[in-house]
């Protein structure tokens, strides 16, 4: 084995020490500095500190250690330019040839909510990037790790003589996407402070929702069969920004069956687990709520609430046993036995089912469908802090649509008042409507859609569609209530969905027709509430 130096100088001491012994046992002469260096020196490692390297002390409290010509020319001198090699033999220069850095924890200490600017600032690195960048740049002679979860592989390949060329390769690529990322969170935490800031540093800053600069990093999860259409190339991306802080669909799935997702597949079904995540507090008598929603295009084709899964799943396929064919199926509930029985009973074509856990029973009947993607998802609350939307030259940002209407925020704007009964009616059809394209409209009664109308240019004509749908699902409309996601800007909407036979509707109000919609809800005798918010979805 070749002769070695490696120095080590991590935030991170996750492994270190384990990974520093096994390489000094493989003859490595061991470099560190502050921190490290005593840990490793407690631990019984012969350890060389950077400033007897150096022949400088660490200075400025830290800011000054490895910033020096012998690092850096240790890490940059390439070993087969013999003019590199003759000026490190020159200055008295050893090679570093293994370069085990982490970086300060800027992000960890800028979430927490006490955190100041001061603080902020001192947990910028700056030496530790200086030196990733140095020794990725001579990724042929310096095996660069910054990541704990590669000191096997790097340890596997030393002891069989020589770290891979393409071990190498990979390891640099990973610390550019790593200090790229690293200098994007910086940049965004510090265009994001309001002004005067500046003048406050050991204050704690306010944030602005949308900084001056966004810089975001992508990683790629998965490569899609195909895009949108099938001549359309796609690939599913996380945010690794955003990616710890979301409890969606896209930040923790678990694939237990089924062929790979496509494009469609993760759009539909995370429009279907944010939707079923919504409706577990609409349960009657307070009691949590088993839900279902069927989603189709992107659409909720049909949605329910029961006191089991099963009552819930068999509301939700009546309302479109059409449009359910090759839909997506979201349960916030386990999927048990007797829901994944019927589900095969009704022999539904589903695309993928989701659900936070699948009992061994409803995998083993799942199991006889192998083309059904099923996932495990973690039922949790949090949302993305923003979302992103691409048009023709940029993008739009804006803060999720999170707003939930609670009971005592509506407004009776009509004669008649709701019953406590069409309340709750009401409000599962509100936060149904809600994630169904506009312009919508949603029949429901008892806890289930009767017939949802979305996507049109017209108000009025979602309301016929959603009739029409209801018809040909053999629902009876009488007494049902309905929600649109924006106000009716002229009578004729209302009246279809009277017409139908609603009995009461939720809207948000705010036309300059609002006295003339209010008093054709009065004239047909129907109860009407005003929640003061719109649900628009494009």
């Known amino acids: 084995m070749p002769d070695i130096t490696a120095l080590i100088s991590v935030s991170d001491k996750t492994g270190i020490v384990d990974f520093a012994r096994a390489l000094a046992a493989q003859g490595v ?20 500190e950077v400033a007897q390297l150096t022949g400088f002390p660490e200075m400025l409290d830290g800011r000054v250690k490895t910033l020096h010509p012998r690092i850096h020319g240790g890490l940059l001198a390439r070993r087969d330019l013999p003019e590199h090699m003759a000026a490190l033999a020159t200055h008295g220069i050893g090679t570093i040839d293994m370069l085990v850095v982490n970086l300060y924890p800027f992000a960890q200490a800028t979430a927490r909510p006490d955190c100041t600017l001061e603080e902020a600032i001192e947990n910028i690195d700056v030496g530790g990037p200086a030196m990733l960048r140095a020794a990725a740049k001579n990724w042929v002679d310096v095996t660069v790790v910054i990541d704990p979860a590669d000191y096997p592989r790097v340890l596997e390949e030393l ?22 990322a690293y200098d994007g969170m910086i940049s965004n935490y510090l265009n994001g402070l309001q002004p005067g800031a500046e003048e406050r540093v050991a204050a704690i800053p306010t944030r602005e929702p949308f900084p001056a ?116 199926l979201a349960f916030n509930q386990p999927l048990d036995e007797d829901t994944a029985r019927s589900i095969g009973e009704h022999k539904q074509f589903v695309e993928v089912l989701i659900a936070p856990q699948v009992t061994p029973a409803a995998r083993a009947i799942l199991a006889t469908r192998q083309n059904v993607r099923v996932l495990e998802v973690p039922l949790g609350t949090a949302v993305n802090a923003l979302d992103f939307k691409r048009v ?32 709750s009616d009401l409000l599962f059809a509100w936060k149904v409507a809600k994630f169904v394209k506009s312009n919508a409209i949603v029949f429901c009664r008892d806890g289930m ?52 036979g609603a009995r ?10 609002d006295d003339e919609v209010i008093a054709a809800a009065d004239e047909r005798g129907i109860a009407m509430v005003f929640t003061g918010t719109r649900h628009f979805r494009h």
């Not at 359309?232 to 799935?253: E, H, I, K, N, P």
């Not at 678990?254 to 919504?278: M, P, R, T």
């Not at 009876?476 to 009578?491: C, I």
Request: charged residues 20%.
């Open 392 to 423: 023709g030259g940029g993008m739009l940002l804006q803060s999720p649509d999170s707003k939930n209407v609670a009971r005592s925020e509506l407004r009776v704007v009509t004669r008649l008042a709701p019953t406590d009964e069409q309340l």
């Open 213 to 328: 600069v966004v810089t975001l990093q992508l990683t790629k999860t998965q490569d899609m069969r195909y895009g949108e259409n099938p001549h359309q190339s796609a690939a599913f991306y996380r945010d690794a920004a955003s990616g710890a802080a979301s409890a969606g669909l896209l930040s923790s799935w678990q694939q237990i069956q089924g062929k790979a997702l496509s494009y469609n597949n993760i759009a539909d079904a995370d429009a279907a687990w944010e939707c079923v995540k919504s409706l577990d507090s609409l349960g009657r008598g307070g009691a949590p709520a088993a839900a279902c929603v069927i989603v189709k295009h992107a659409n909720p084709c049909g949605v329910a609430v029961g006191a089991t899964l099963l009552e819930a799943y068999h509301k939700a396929w009546s309302t479109d046993p059409t449009s359910a064919f090759g839909g997506i």
């Open 504 to 513: 009461c509707v939720i809207q948000p109000g705010g036309s300059m027709r």
């Open 159 to 180: 002891a069989a003589g020589v770290v891979k060329r393409d071990t190498h390769f990979m390891l640099a690529r990973k610390v550019f996407a790593h200090t790229a």
């Open 449 to 500: 859609t009767l017939g949802v109308g979305a996507g049109q240019m017209s108000r009025v004509d979602s309301a016929r569609i959603a009739s029409i749908k209801a018809r040909h699902a053999k629902l009876e409309l009488a007494g049902s209530a309905v929600a649109s996601d924006a106000f009716f800007p002229f009578r004729d909407g209302l009246d279809v969905v009277i017409d139908e």
């Open 29 to 48: 002469r061991l470099l560190s500095t502050g921190g490290t260096a005593r840990l490793l020196m407690d631990a019984g490692l012969a350890v060389t």
